[in-house]
Each structure stands twice: as C-alpha cells, then as structure tokens.
C-alpha cells in the first residue's frame, strides 16, 4: 500500500513498504530548484530520515524530467540587484544550496536517485549526492554549468571524480556536454538502467532490497564509507572499531546469533 504525505507545495512525499519517495514537483519547468522547492527539499529529507518507519529514500521528479537545475528567474533576479549585494547573496544561497545537498549525501538510509528525465546542473549534482543512481532509458544528463558560465555549486565537483575519475570528471564539466544512460553506465556515472515505465517499481525493489539490514549497521557502514577518501587506514579502523562495538548491543545482531546458535544446537 502506497501512502501519499501531502506537506509541501513542491515536493511530494510517499511511502510504500518502507521506503520513501520524494518527488520534485514543478513539472512545468522541469523541476528546476527555486528557494522554496530547496527549503522544502531539506525539510522533507530532514523528516524522512527520523522516521524510524522509513529504511530508505528514493528521490525522483514529476513528469517528464527529473530535474533542468537552478530557476532561471532566480538567475534573473540575482543580476538586478545593486552590484554591491550580489556576493553576499550568492554566498547566502550557496549555504542553503549545499544544505539541501548534505541532507541528502548525509542521509543515515539508503538514498536512490531514480532519473525519470533530464537531469542538468543542480539536478545532476543532487542525483550524484544520492548512494545509488538508476536511470531511465532515454534519460539525459549533463554537467551544464559550464553554459551558464558557472561552476558545478552542488557537489559535482566533489561527488563525480568518485565515480568516474579525475580525468574524465574534468571533461564533463569543462563541456558540459550531455551524457546518455548507455555512456553513463558504461563510465560509473550511473548504476543502473531502467525502462521507464518501470523505473519507480525498479527503483523500489532495489531499495528494498538495499535496506532490508540492521537499520544500524547500514547507518554506521554509510557514515565510514563516505570518510574513505580522505581518511588514512588508520581512522577507518579506528571508526570501524567504534562502530562495530555498537552492533554488538543492537537487537539485530543479538538475535541473528541466537537464531544461528538455535539451529546450529537443534
């Protein structure tokens, strides 16, 4: 049974066994990112990851696309304001731009992108901020920032050498040109490809799936993992340690061994 959660006026939120999936809903503009869609975003990621009824997310778009990037009008905006004001502006909306970005990288649960469209800018930036991509035949995306004559702001920089290596992380930035699934899977861009009339079915089954674990032990294993590149071994062990010690004490373990030790005696 799927439960609909209706708190925003551009992002859409529902449950089904478990999982959690939040729908950019601007249809009409591709799901381009404006103030309050991100203020939105952040808050129904900041409520899915406390509900202990949630075990993972999904993060799609409505419509035809998943997301065209930042709100052109914002840009708009942004260029009539006095001269003296546009720094500090920008460096204000960065924040809250890397917010929503950290909410979704830093999610204790399993995080699926399911690209049902074009993802550009901003929007790839958010999908490569999720643990797993899958895309949907005939999807498009692109680093595009470079046509706006900009920097990737959302944690491209950051998360696509991860997937793809340096080297070729450049080139899709510095071109911005668009990449489709076959290309992507092919490079690590993407994990999975999907026929889109399946993709959100797809997207569920895996993050099923992926969560089905002590709730515990994939929080902990996700917080090491996303430390690995720039932590000695040394600190993974030690976070390893640490971690471990708290799985002894959890339900799931207790009772995975008793249910082992039970057969094993029988």
Not at 94 to 117: E, F, M, W, Y
Not at 150 to 173: C, N, Q, T
Not at 187 to 198: E, K, Q, V, Y
Not at 238 to 260: D, P
Request: glycine residues 10%; proline residues 3%.
């Amino acid at each position: 049974m799927t439960v609909n959660v209706r708190e925003h006026e551009f992002i859409a939120v529902s449950h089904k066994n478990g999982i959690a999936t939040v729908t950019l809903n601007r249809p009409d503009v591709r799901n381009a990112i404006n103030d309050q869609m991100r203020s939105e975003l952040i808050d129904a990621f900041e409520k899915v990851g406390t509900d202990r009824t949630v075990r993972a997310v999904i993060l799609t778009g409505a419509g035809k696309g998943f997301c065209s990037g930042g709100d052109v009008s914002g840009m708009r905006a942004r260029l009539e304001v006095p001269a003296g004001e546009v720094a500090f502006n920008g460096w204000t909306r960065q924040r809250s731009t890397h917010r929503g970005v950290a909410v979704i990288h830093g999610l204790s649960k399993p995080v699926i992108a399911a690209v049902n469209g074009a993802a550009f800018g901003l929007g790839l930036d958010m999908a490569l901020a999720c643990d797993f991509i899958i895309a949907a035949e005939g999807a498009k995306m692109a680093m595009s920032f470079i046509k706006r004559g900009l920097v990737s702001d959302g944690g491209g920089m950051y998360f696509l050498p991860r997937r793809v290596g340096l080297a070729r992380a450049k080139e899709l930035i510095l071109t911005g040109r668009v990449v489709e699934p076959e290309e992507a899977l092919g490079i690590g861009m993407i994990d999975r490809i999907s026929p889109a009339n399946t993709l959100i079915d797809d997207a569920q089954l895996w993050a099923e799936q992926l969560s089905a674990g002590s709730p515990a032990a994939i929080a902990l294993t996700k917080a090491i993992l996303d430390k690995t590149f720039e932590s000695s071994d040394e600190a993974i062990f030690a976070l390893g340690r640490e971690a471990q010690a708290i799985c002894y004490t959890t339900a799931e373990h207790r009772s995975s061994v008793e249910a082992f030790l039970n057969k094993t005696s029988a």
